[in-house]
């Protein structure tokens, strides 16, 4: 009798059993989904028309998120990150970083104004960018230089 219960239950059901896929591949996507969403890139763009100066304390940033990027070229001329916007006057300065400055913060990060000059710019047009940072509320410096 015993040996009749196992061929029947060792007989043949049919098709084999499969593994339903779907959910894994929905989990899949739900884990991409979700790393897109709580993921911030920023990529810092490079005016590649500055030259930077070499000095020999110069560390890599710890973080990008809260840069609020100044550039100033060997003629005096005053260009923001995207390298197209350019100011004229202390007052577009100002406006341009207290923008960006609130931007920032709404994204819960601390602004730092980074300052890339030319190697061959005058100390005073650093002055002006750091004098505008601090009419727009932004307390932290930071100089972009080469390390030897």
């Known amino acids: 009798m015993a ?5 029947t239950v060792n007989k043949d059901q049919g098709e084999p059993a499969e593994m339903d896929m ?14 897109l969403v709580v ?5 810092i763009q490079i005016d590649n028309r500055l030259v930077p100066p070499i000095a020999d304390g110069a560390q890599a940033a710890k973080s990008i998120h809260g840069k609020i990027v100044m550039n100033i070229h060997k003629d005096g001329t005053f260009y923001a990150e995207d390298m197209k916007t350019q100011f004229d006057d202390k007052e577009g300065m100002i406006g341009y970083l207290t923008k960006e400055k609130e931007r920032i913060k709404a994204k819960g990060n601390t602004p730092v104004l980074h300052i890339r000059a030319d190697k061959g710019v ?5 002055r002006q960018v750091v004098r505008a940072g601090a009419a727009a509320g932004v307390d932290q410096v930071a100089y972009g230089a080469f390390n030897k």
């Open 39 to 43: 993921s911030n890139p920023k990529t």
């Open 22 to 35: 779907s959910p894994m591949i929905d989990m899949v996507f739900l884990l991409l989904l979700f790393f």
């Open 3 to 7: 040996s009749h219960r196992l061929r």
């Open 122 to 126: 005058d100390f005073s047009y650093c």
